[in-house]
């Protein structure tokens, strides 16, 4: 067996929501409909740009994320989608879609390395912009390796909560003993300490989550 992660250029309304507002979704598509997780503030922006094409049925959010449901599926409206290609290839298409900077990325799984060699060549032979992030065989299953890559695993952030937990990290905050403190974070991002402080616990909690289940 064997699994592959790409990305691909995207120029469908969840690609270009991406592209225009800085934000990042993830996509279960129940055939009549998807459901969107969104990272970033779900505003008039978004909601509009939604709504001229998918639709929203509902949606819930908070400051810096939200959940949508769409009253249409994507696929329905539009040809040539991934799942289109996977089957085509013999591939299995591995949920969420992500949606990031305007690039779709995702990950498949084949028996066989030729079909994800022939998944990849049919969206090249298309005309498609890919990239292979990264690709093995999975030969044994193991306690505590996922079949699935674990960067599908990992939480989606805001741009904030990224940005707060990149220069925690980088600064030593997570080291021990610690080298820097959530003021200094504060400083050097401008922002104060209690929205470094917010950041972080949210950021962790979303790991905790992504991650209690594997261990």
Known sequence: MYTAS??????STFGDVTARTNRTIRLWCNDDRDLLHVAGSVDDEVLDMLRSTVGVEGQASQVDEGIIV????LRERAS????????????????PLRYERGEKRFQVVALKPAQISSFYQNLVEDGKSVTVE???????VEHGEPLIAPANLVPEFTQ???????????NGYYDIPRETTTAEIADELGISRRTVEEHLRRGEKKLMDGFIGEL
Do not use: H, M, P
């Open 6 to 11: 790409f990305s691909v250029n995207d120029s």
């Open 70 to 73: 769409t009253k249409g599926c």
């Open 80 to 95: 040539g989608f991934l799942e289109d290609y996977a089957q085509d290839a013999g591939c299995l298409l591995i949920s």
């Open 134 to 140: 990264s690709k093995r065989e999975i030969q044994t």
């Open 160 to 170: 904030r909560q990224r940005q707060v937990i990149e220069t925690a990290y980088e």
